[in-house]
């Protein structure tokens, strides 16, 4: 994997950002390698709160591992961050760097501090299905519009609507969530 984001540097990827997925009892010994790994190769690492997308469904509350917690280890054990400057909202991460300038980090704090209310995702599946949110439990069947025939503008219209229907937000929070049935490795990105 190293010498992966070391050629992708090489050939003028840039920014490059290596994801880690964040779970309490079984990755707060990577944190603060992981931090120093952002300064050694110069990219950013970001931090992922572990969300309820996973396939065998173990999820629970407890076993994620808060993005503020991450941030307080690295900064009393590498140094402190600085946010970085433009924040756009509509982004997951909120992005800092190492004081002395090396090395930045994003953390994605999708469970303890949801950004739903500014959220403008929506994914298109490997196998043509919309979704308006990771945890959609409905899907617009894409490829069957064009397999079917469909115009451009029947997949505008469709898309149009499955964006309309984007709801407030995941609720991971509340009694009232749902798991979706398709788990991250089948959604992207
Ligand atoms: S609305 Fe859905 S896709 Fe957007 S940030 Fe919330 S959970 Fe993620």
Redesign the pocket.
């Known amino acids: 994997m190293l010498e992966s984001i070391r050629v992708a540097k090489r050939v003028g990827f840039d920014p490059v950002k290596v994801n880690a997925v964040a779970m309490r009892g079984f990755t707060e010994a990577d944190i603060v390698p992981l931090g120093r790994l952002a300064r050694e190769l110069d990219v950013e690492v970001r931090f992922i709160e572990f969300m309820p997308l996973d396939a065998e469904n173990r999820w629970e509350r407890e076993r994620v591992l808060f993005a503020q917690e991450i941030y307080d280890r690295l900064t009393r054990e590498i140094m402190p961050l600085v946010p970085l400057d433009g924040h756009d909202p509509k982004t997951?991460a909120q992005e800092f760097q190492f004081q002395d300038g090396r090395g930045r980090i994003g953390l994605i704090a999708?469970v303890s501090q949801?950004?739903?209310e500014s959220?403008n995702?929506f994914r298109l599946t490997a196998d043509g299905k919309l979704r308006n949110?990771?945890?959609a439990h409905d899907e617009t069947d894409i490829k069957a519009i064009l397999r079917g025939g469909g115009t451009d503008e029947d997949v505008a219209d469709a898309v149009r609507k499955t964006i309309a229907a984007?709801w407030e937000?995941?609720q991971i929070n509340t009694a009232r969530f749902i798991q979706p049935e398709r788990p991250m490795y089948l959604i992207g990105g």
């Open positions: 997951p999708s949801p950004f739903c959220c995702r949110c990771l945890f984007k937000g995941h």
